[in-house]
């Protein structure tokens, strides 16, 4: 198959071998993957990533920063086949997502981040027949590609199990940001300050469900805001990933604050625990979706109480990835470019 993969730091354009479903395994034609900084934080620091799963446990450990794998784990795709003795769940011809993981015959991996399964910048991907969900067929490819990134919102909003008597922060307004402002608009929690350096991003916030949105570097979102009546938020949820955010958030919030960090930061974090025992903080880890939180992704958009159009930027072929991964980290890129490996034949 043809594919877009990443090969000692380096997007590459090329032949892969065609995946072969084993049991439990659906064969799966890629309509539609979105590109996600993960993706691109491979190209840069791709062996440090692989480092620290095998030395704390991670689900990057089995990768090889050498050999090739085809990224891509926000996906839509046509089912193809099975493989033998698979319960077949979701007939071929049908359109399905799912939660990146692949644990059928033997295997536990991260579709996208694998060298046996291949992620949605290739033309074929094998799924894990559990995991999948069916797409409504009339539902727009674009869109259904972005359940994964909208379920990674979801789950950080439920992680702070937040209540109607909140005053919540959201900082950082990329996909998963935004997902946390929707997840929060879906569980009637208001208000919610959104902060962001980017003009753009915050009126995207704004459309999400957040009440305001604020430049952090103008205005602070901790202090008694007047638009809200002077109230300070008391639920902070942390989707930036930069080292030094914990400590911040520590500093600038007030007693019996809790804060929900979802930022993905791979460097150490220096903090001051005198300080977040004084204030009684209580700090939430979130992590990746799990099955509710996609379920609920794919039905929102779907029925259109969450609607992320706004979030779909330009869709490209596999011969574009390596131009749009180096242009994604700046302030005008969207929320999401769409590749389809239909488009181009590479």
């Not at 011809?93 to 644990?103: A, E, H, L, Q, Y």
Request: aromatic share 6%.
């Amino acid at each position: 198959m043809r594919a877009a993969y990443i090969q000692n730091g380096l997007v590459r354009l090329g032949d892969m071998p065609d995946p072969i479903p084993g049991k439990g395994q659906a064969l799966v034609r890629t309509h539609s993957c979105g590109m996600c900084a993960s993706d691109a934080h491979f190209l840069h620091a791709g062996e440090t990533i692989i480092a620290l799963s095998r030395s704390h446990g991670g689900p990057y450990a089995g990768l090889d920063f050498a050999r090739p794998f085809v990224p891509g784990h926000e996906y839509v795709g046509e089912v193809i086949d099975y493989g033998p003795g698979s319960a077949c769940k979701v007939k071929p011809g049908r359109k399905v997502t799912s939660i990146p993981i692949m644990r059928q015959s033997g295997a536990h991996a991260i579709v996208g981040f694998s060298h046996d399964c291949p992620g949605g910048f290739g033309e074929y991907m094998l799924l894990d027949e559990d995991m999948m969900l069916e797409v409504p067929s009339d539902l727009d490819d674009d869109l259904a590609a972005l359940t994964e990134p909208l379920a990674v919102g979801l789950e950080h909003a439920r992680r702070g199990r937040p209540t109607k008597d909140d005053v919540v922060l959201v900082l950082g307004c990329g996909a998963i940001g935004l997902g946390v402002i929707a997840g929060l608009e879906l569980l009637g929690i208001a208000p919610v300050v959104a902060a962001d350096f980017h003009q753009d991003r915050r009126d995207l916030a704004i459309a999400m469900g957040a009440e305001i949105a604020v430049d952090p570097r103008e205005i602070s979102p901790y202090a008694p805001l007047p638009d809200l009546g002077g109230w300070r938020v008391n639920l902070v949820y942390e989707n930036v990933g930069m080292p030094g955010m914990l400590q911040q958030i520590i500093s600038s919030v007030g007693f019996d604050a809790r804060i929900v960090m979802g930022g993905y930061c791979m460097e150490p974090e220096q903090l001051l625990v005198f300080a977040a025992q004084n204030k009684r903080l209580n700090i939430q880890f979130a992590g990746g979706e799990e099955p509710q939180d996609m379920q609920l992704a794919l039905r929102a958009i779907a029925d259109g109480r969450i609607d992320v159009r706004p979030w779909l930027g330009e869709r490209i072929g596999i011969a574009g990835v390596a131009q749009a991964m180096a242009d994604m980290s700046g302030p005008s890129a969207p929320i999401r470019t769409i590749v389809d490996p239909r488009l181009t034949p590479g």
